[in-house]
T-cell receptor, first 112, second 112 residues
Framework: DTAVSQTPKYLVTQMGNDKSIKCEQN?????MYWYKQDSKKFLKIMFS???????INETVPNRFSPKSPDKAHLNLHINSLELGDSAVYFC???????????FGAGSRLTVL | GENVEQHPSTLSVQEGDSAVIKCTYS??????FPWYKQELGKGPQLIID?????GEKKDQRIAVTLNKTAKHFSLHITETQPEDSAVYFC???????????FGTGTRLTIIP
C-alpha cells in the first residue's frame, strides 16, 4: 500500500494552461504539505495544512491554490502556468509533533 | 527564518570508504535535525534524525553529530556501498514550528 500517493506522476502542458495535482495519504496523519523541487534539487515548502486548515503559506504566487477537502487529501491547483513553474512537486504528510515527513514519489510538471 | 547551508554539493567516494556531509543552520531556536535520502525518481526518505539535547546518534553505518554552539551538524556514512548513491538533504526545524527548512542537497556517488 502506497502511504502518500500523487497523481499524475508526469504532466506536460502549455504556458497559460491551468492544471491540478492530487495527493492522498492513508497514514492517518493530520498534517499535509506541498514542496517544490527545482532543477537544482532545492526543496522549498509551499503550503502546509493541518486537519484541513492552512497553517503554512510561503511566498507563493496567487496562481497556486491548495485545497484540502479532508485531512487525507491535499490537492494543488495552478492557474496560468508559467515556464518557471516547471519543477517536481512533492506532497508529504506528518503527525503534528511527530517530526517525520513521509513524501510521495513526486509529480514532474513541465511547462512548454 | 531558518537558513540551512549544506556542503559539498557533490561527493564521490570509493566503495568501502567513508562519506561526510556537513550542514550549518542559522536559527538558534532549531532543535530538530533530520537527514533525508532521495533516490532517483523517488521522494526524499528519512534516514536518521537528531534532537538538540543529543550530540551524536548512530544507526548501523550511519551517524549524525550535532554541535549546537557552532550550529553545525554532519552526516557520516561508513563502509559505503553502491546503494548509498543518492541525493542527501539535511534539514532543521525550530521548536514549536511545523516548518522544516531543507539544505541544498548533496549528490553522493559511490564508485565501485
Amino acid at each position: 500500500d502506497t502511504a502518500v500517493s500523487q497523481t499524475p506522476k508526469y504532466l506536460v502542458t502549455q504556458m497559460g494552461n491551468d492544471k491540478s495535482i492530487k495527493c492522498e495519504q492513508n497514514l492517518g496523519h493530520d498534517t499535509m504539505y506541498w514542496y517544490k523541487q527545482d532543477s537544482k534539487k532545492f526543496l522549498k515548502i509551499m503550503f502546509s495544512y493541518n486537519n484541513k486548515e492552512l497553517i503554512i503559506n510561503e511566498t507563493v504566487p496567487n496562481r497556486f491554490s491548495p485545497k484540502s477537502p479532508d485531512k487525507a487529501h491535499l490537492n494543488l491547483h495552478i492557474n496560468s502556468l508559467e515556464l518557471g513553474d516547471s519543477a517536481v512537486y512533492f506532497c508529504a504528510s506528518s503527525q503534528p509533533g511527530a517530526n517525520v515527513l513521509t513524501f510521495g514519489a513526486g509529480s514532474r510538471l513541465t511547462v512548454l | 527564518g531558518e537558513n540551512v547551508e549544506q556542503h559539498p554539493s557533490t561527493l564521490s567516494v570509493q566503495e568501502g570508504d567513508s562519506a561526510v556531509i556537513k550542514c550549518t543552520y542559522s536559527d538558534s531556536a532549531s532543535n530538530y535535525f533530520p537527514w533525508y535520502k532521495q533516490e532517483l525518481g523517488k521522494g526524499p526518505q528519512l534516514i536518521i534524525d537528531i534532537r538538540s539535547n543529543v550530540g551524536e546518534k548512530k544507526d548501523q553505518r550511519i551517524a549524525v553529530t550535532l554541535n549546537k554552539t557552532a550550529k553545525h551538524f554532519s552526516l557520516h556514512i561508513t563502509e559505503t556501498q553502491p546503494e548509498d548513491s543518492a541525493v542527501y538533504f539535511c534539514a532543521a526545524r525550530p521548536s514549536g514550528n511545523e516548518k522544516l527548512t531543507f539544505g541544498t542537497g548533496t549528490r553522493l556517488t559511490i564508485i565501485p
